[in-house]
């Protein structure tokens, strides 16, 4: 049994997340508006509950964290949890 398969599963999670977050992206700008220091920024609530955001993410959470690891985007805590974190700033930290 060789590595091969799993080399491949690898590079296929890592391409998915990637895709993921660059639509994590998408949808900040669309949902967000610009603050004052010039970053996009949207209510972690307002994207947990857009349908659209739905219908893409599979676990909206696991995105962010990882786009949060990336240092994509930044907010407040490790984890958002939908109704306790509902108000918490999810700001794009590269445009």
Known sequence: MG????????????????HEITLLIEQIRRLGSKNAD????????????????????????????AAKKKKIITFEGELLLQGVHDHVDVILLQD
Do not use: H, P, Q
Request: aromatic letters at 14%; a negative charge.
């Open 3 to 18: 590595g091969g398969s799993d080399d491949r599963t690898f590079c296929f999670v890592t391409m998915n997340v990637d």
């Open 38 to 65: 010039g970053n996009y920024s949207v209510k972690f609530g307002v994207l947990f509950n857009d349908d659209e955001c739905a219908n893409l993410f599979e676990a909206i959470v696991g995105t962010l964290k």
